[in-house]
């Protein structure tokens, strides 16, 4: 499972507003908008949460880095359907960085992992940053939750015919 923050509106009034999409004649064209003003609200919280894993003081390995994986790793999710409606900060799964499938999960906690020391065998015990995403995102859902509602209205003017 991913590491996620749920940055989701008011989600009766956004599957509302998802229902008012499907029916207008050009409710393609509105959706669109409205899921990149949503994306967009959420795309500040993505930068903080990709120069706080980049941030991070490391000791040095010759493949590519850990923490710039998992910064390339981080999207925002949104959805107008479903149970989990409104927009998310996602930290994807990192399979293909050196056999290290759950980074940002592993980084983010205060119990860290163990690995085998590369050409001596020898295993340690590694921690990451606790609390580098959690801690990012924690004061800056208000703020998030404000603009993906200023995007919801922003669509409703516009089907109303205000915009």
């Not at 999207?75 to 056999?99: D, F, I, L, M, Y």
Request: glycine fraction near 8%; charged fraction near 30%.
């Amino acid at each position: 499972m991913p590491a996620e923050l749920d940055l989701s509106g008011p989600e009766r009034r956004l599957k509302e507003l998802a229902r008012a999409l499907r029916t207008e004649e050009n409710g393609k064209a509105l959706r669109r908008d409205l899921m990149r003003d949503i994306r967009a609200a959420a795309q500040p919280a993505r930068q903080a949460t990709r120069q706080a894993i980049r941030s991070v003081t490391s000791q040095g390995h010759a493949g590519r880095s850990i923490r710039s994986a998992i910064g390339q790793k981080i999207q925002v999710v949104a959805k107008t359907s479903g149970p989990a409606v409104g927009a998310r900060v996602v930290a994807r799964e990192t399979p293909n960085v050196r056999g290290f499938r759950h980074a940002p999960r592993r980084f983010n906690s205060a119990k860290g992992w163990r690995h085998k020391v590369f050409n001596t065998g020898q295993e340690v015990h590694q921690r990451g940053k606790p609390g580098w995403f959690d801690e990012t995102l924690a004061g800056r859902r208000n703020d998030f939750r404000r603009a993906v509602v200023d995007a919801m209205k922003k669509t409703a003017d516009r089907l109303a015919g205000k915009v």
